[in-house]
């Protein structure tokens, strides 16, 4: 059998904080216990929020833990190419159409949409798309793309859902309701989700499973904010035809007041918490990892 393969793959959108470390740590811990492999990734495809400090003070900081990993690291902006691949095989399916509708058209749609009964939203929170672009005719598509209006590559889901078969996967870990074990996807909840933009020839779902199945990742190991995701994951590898990793989604670190960090802060950022004297050690301990 060959090894394992684990790894970690963060967003150069900001600095690290005590939840990328305990995934960080994790899934470094898993792979050296199981004689296995540890990558890291960058996850740099939104091009207006990465940024080269951010993405230099993740190898620092990660370093000071403890950790190492394969070189190269694979940076997701250098493989679009990849990924518009990806886009070309489900559009000759017939799986993806382009809607134009900007974010604030969108808002008005489901407000709208709201006045007779509550819009669905998908696990995030977020409204389904409320819009009619799907029965465009080819021709005002084409019209519309060619003035340049900016659009987005939707997963015809009903579709796509319609040329798949039941999907579940092994969850080794717990999702936000405790799930485990063998656990039904539901990607329809996510409704016609954005695989990728004109200006961003992909999105992080899609990114995130070629990149996983191109680099033979095993064994994912993420935070339990991706739970419901993994539903979409599983349907883009079904339908594009690649490996189903198995999944471990691990518990979000709490601040002290038990909101889950989202920014780096003082009390919660790995370079202030260096800063202030912290060691590697503590780090593992105040995370709950045993050293
Ligand atoms: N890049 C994602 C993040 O920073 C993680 C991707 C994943 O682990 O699937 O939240």
Redesign the pocket.
């Given at each position: 059998m060959p090894p394992p393969v684990f790894r970690f793959?963060?967003?150069p959108n900001g600095y690290l904080h005590l939840g990328h470390a305990y995934s960080a740590l994790l899934n470094f811990d898993l792979a050296r216990a199981s004689g296995g492999r540890f990558l890291l990734r960058i996850?740099d495809i939104d091009a207006t929020r990465c940024r080269p400090e951010f993405e230099a003070a993740i190898y620092e900081d990660l370093a000071w833990l403890g950790i190492s990993w394969e070189t190269p690291v694979r940076r997701q902006s250098e493989h679009l190419s990849r990924y518009r691949e990806a886009v070309e095989i489900l559009a000759g399916l017939g799986l993806i159409y382009p809607s134009f509708e900007s974010r604030a058209e969108i808002a008005r749609l489901v407000v709208q949409r709201e006045a007779s009964a509550p819009w669905p939203r998908d696990p995030d929170g977020a409204p389904l798309y409320p819009g009619e672009a799907k029965s465009l005719p080819p021709d005002e598509r084409n019209r519309l793309i060619g003035e340049g209006m900016p659009y987005a590559l939707r997963l015809d889901m009903p579709k796509a859902l319609a040329r798949t078969e039941e999907l579940a996967w092994q969850e080794d870990g717990a999702g936000p309701g405790g799930e485990s074990g063998v656990v039904a996807a539901h990607p329809e909840a996510w409704g016609d989700v954005i695989l990728a933009r004109k200006e961003t020839p992909t999105s992080?779902h899609l990114s995130?499973v070629i990149d996983d199945a191109l680099q033979g990742v095993t064994d994912?190991v993420?935070?339990q904010?991706?739970f419901w995701?993994t539903s979409v994951h599983l349907l883009l590898q079904q339908l594009l035809g690649i490996p189903q990793p198995a999944y471990r989604h691990h518990r979000l670190v709490a601040d002290s007041s038990g909101q889950k960090l989202s920014k780096s802060t003082a009390a919660t950022g790995l370079r202030e918490l260096r800063g202030q004297g912290a060691s590697p050690a503590e780090i593992r301990r105040i995370v709950g990892l045993s050293e």
């Open positions: 793959a963060p967003s996850e992080y995130v994912v993420r935070g904010d991706l995701s």
